[in-house]
């Protein structure tokens, strides 16, 4: 079954300075990879996604991502956090194969200092 | 275009009462699927609804059902209502039912049960 972990319940960064949000996934072959963010009392709204070729995406708002396959891991970055960022973010994997039952982690919420 | 629509944007119920939450996808999505969020964690798999069959069911009892119109909207039914059940419901639409393909979310119906 697969299955996400994102090890950070809770992130503080000051504005301007990086962010890096971790993420792990369990499936058998190459997964299909998200990363959600969510604002208070909202649905989700789609960052990035990988399904295939190059391992660093591109998403909106600045952030990128990186699936690295021999770690198990699609971590979400941005080189310079902005105060609107602050957030919940949710990493998810769906199969490549049969229907797709997206599986979120627990999500990380961050916290914006000025 | 418009974006997946749910109504309505909350509820209250009492303990043992029915609940029918409503989903409109994106213009040419042909599939739906449910999640639900409680509180402080990731959403959770429910149903994946695609030409009208259920394909995908996650670990929800029977009293969660679902269906979906030849419109490709749906419904999402919860009997016998408990005080857990109180989340927010995420509706998602993709194009198809397995694949390359991106669910969508709804902003959700905040389900309250007292």
């Known amino acids: 079954a697969q299955s996400v972990t994102q090890p950070d319940i809770h992130i503080t960064v000051s504005e301007g300075a990086s962010l890096e949000l971790r993420c792990n996934y369990s499936?058998?072959?190459?997964?299909?990879l998200f990363w959600y963010v969510q604002s208070p009392g909202q649905g989700l709204q789609l960052l990035l996604k990988?399904?295939?070729?190059?391992?660093l995406v591109q998403g909106i708002k600045g952030f990128e991502a990186e699936f690295k396959r021999s770690q198990s891991s699609f971590n979400l970055r941005k080189p310079s956090v902005h105060w609107s960022d602050a957030a919940e973010y949710f990493c998810a994997v769906a199969p490549s194969g049969g229907y797709q039952k997206v599986t979120f982690g627990t999500g990380t919420k961050l916290q914006v200092i000025p | 275009d418009a974006g997946v629509t749910q109504s309505p944007t909350h509820l209250i119920k009492t303990r043992g009462q029915h609940v029918t939450l409503r989903c409109s996808p994106i213009s040419g999505h042909k599939s739906v699927s449910w999640y639900q969020q409680v509180l402080g964690q990731g959403p959770q798999f429910i149903f994946q609804y695609y030409e009208k069959e259920e394909r995908g069911r996650g670990n929800f009892p029977d009293r969660f059902s679902a269906r979906q119109f030849p419109n490709y909207s749906s419904e999402l039914n919860v009997n016998a209502l408990l005080l857990g059940d109180s989340a927010l419901y995420l509706c998602?639409?993709?194009?198809?039912?397995?694949?390359?393909?991106?669910?969508?979310f709804g902003p959700g119906t905040r389900l309250t049960v007292l």
């Open positions: 998602a639409s993709s194009l198809r039912l397995a694949g390359a393909y991106t669910q969508y």
């Open positions: 990988y399904f295939s070729g190059d391992t």
């Open positions: 499936y058998g072959a190459t997964p299909y």
